[in-house]
């Protein structure tokens, strides 16, 4: 049992460091990426909480998600939630 988990965390870590390339291109994202990652302060083993706020369109959930996509493959697990209104 103790093999087949080492097999099976190892072929998903290999999963897990292929970067998602919907979020290339994204015009002056860079900026809030690095900004949020700085408040994450991911070097930390505080259990941090972030807030994105703002006006409707102005690219809100596509920062949390490119930065989720970013950081997701550090941890063992990890899930995404929309919450939509």
Do not use: C
Not at 37 to 64: F, Y
Not at 66 to 77: A, P, T, W
């Amino acid at each position: 049992a103790t093999m087949i988990e080492a097999i099976a965390n190892d072929v998903l870590s290999k999963l897990l460091l292929t970067p998602s390339k919907d979020f290339e291109n994204f015009v002056g994202i860079e900026d809030h990426i690095s900004k949020l990652s700085e408040l994450l302060d991911l070097e930390s083993e505080k259990v941090k909480m972030i807030g994105i706020w703002g006006s409707s369109g102005i690219g809100k959930t596509t920062i949390a998600r490119v930065l989720f996509s970013r950081l997701s493959r550090h941890y063992q697990g990890s899930i995404y939630i929309d919450r939509r209104f």
